[in-house]
């Protein structure tokens, strides 16, 4: 077996993985060196908060660094608490315990402060340092924290190699042009398996565009120069329309998979070339940032012989695109 033929079946070896390890390495040495050359005591835990925040993509890490700077800063005003307390005689196990199990349970909650209790643990059970006082000891655990949380930033801000905005658009693409595609298959075409495995394929992609618009919010937030969309929330909003989008397609779908013989032939082709149209019209919208629906989608005809349960699913389906094309036209809008 040739060398490209084993890298293109190791994980390992594929191009985005062995990116975000270099990066990942990268991380670790910066933020030893950096924590090594201002003098701080135990470098490794500058280190691990770096490990934590760091993301493929400049937006997430940059959010997921901010997360973890404010639950940083919470658990460690809650460790500085329990270290007075001890101070005062408070029962040193019985002071940590109530600390970080009562910001484990806040951390349910709210899951951006999820590093709260960690922090709390990691000053309220970090061992004397000589020369160093208790306080002293916390405010270091904290800086050291935040040190490689910097680092983490810089190294996402220097390397990240795409934008998430740019991945989401064409991922919105791809899904899109592929649910068009199954709806022009025959209703036999597929078997209940496949149409499940179809169906399951298409919720991980929607999952992982999910994740996408939230890193290409933040990216948005962060690092646009420039007018930007009408509000942060633009990918999310995209994402909650393009989800809808597929669900009224899959349930035409099924409709039309249940009762193909009921419906009659013409009936369900005039169903899919307009639900299709309407998916193919969907993409391009997304892949030209935003043309206009009226150009692309068009109406069901009245006459066109499509049963009223099908009527009313293509109205919602072709609805909710040209709610897609407005927003990706006022983002467009807002860049000019």
């Known amino acids: 077996m040739s060398f490209a033929a084993l890298a293109q079946r190791l994980p390992f070896f594929d191009a985005e993985r062995r990116h975000h390890g270099l990066q990942l390495a990268a991380t670790v040495l910066l933020a030893f060196a950096v924590s090594a050359v201002l003098g701080l005591p135990e470098h490794l835990w500058a280190v691990m908060s770096a490990l934590i925040v760091l993301r493929p993509n400049s937006g997430s890490t940059w959010e997921a660094s901010w997360e973890r700077t404010r639950a940083t800063l919470v658990g460690a005003l809650a460790g500085l608490l329990g ?11 019985a002071t940590l315990l109530a600390i970080v199990s009562g910001l484990a349970f806040v951390s349910a909650a709210s899951p951006a402060l999820r590093s709260a209790p960690v922090a709390a643990l990691i000053i309220l059970a970090a061992g004397d340092i000589a020369g160093h006082s208790a306080p002293q000891v916390a405010m270091l655990r904290v800086a050291q924290i935040l040190i490689g949380v910097g680092v983490a930033m810089a190294v996402a801000l220097a390397s990240s190699r795409y934008r998430a905005a740019d991945r989401f658009r064409a991922g919105c693409v791809t899904l899109l042009r592929q649910m068009a595609r199954q709806l022009q298959q025959p209703p036999a075409a597929q078997t209940e398996a496949q149409a499940e495995h ?48 597929i669900q009224d397609a899959a349930m035409l779908k099924r409709l039309i998979r249940a009762n193909a013989r009921a419906l009659g032939a ?71």
Do not use: M, Y
């Open 83 to 93: 270290v007075f307390l001890q101070h005062h005689g408070s029962p040193p196990h």
């Open 266 to 336: 013409p009936a369900t082709r005039e169903a899919t070339r307009l639900a299709g149209a309407a998916l193919a019209s969907a993409a391009v919208l997304v892949e030209t940032h935003g043309t206009p629906a009226g150009d692309l989608v068009a109406a069901p005809a009245s006459d066109a012989p499509v049963g009223a349960g099908l009527d009313a699913l293509l109205r919602l389906l072709l609805d909710d695109v040209r709610q897609l094309a407005d927003l990706f036209r006022v983002s467009v809008d807002n860049t000019v």
């Open 198 to 245: 179809a169906a399951a394929a298409v919720r991980g992609a929607l999952v992982r565009l999910s994740v996408l618009a939230t890193g290409a919010d933040h990216e948005t937030r962060w690092f646009r120069r420039g007018p930007g969309p009408a509000a942060a929330s633009h990918h999310r909003r995209a994402a909650t329309l393009l989800a809808r989008i």
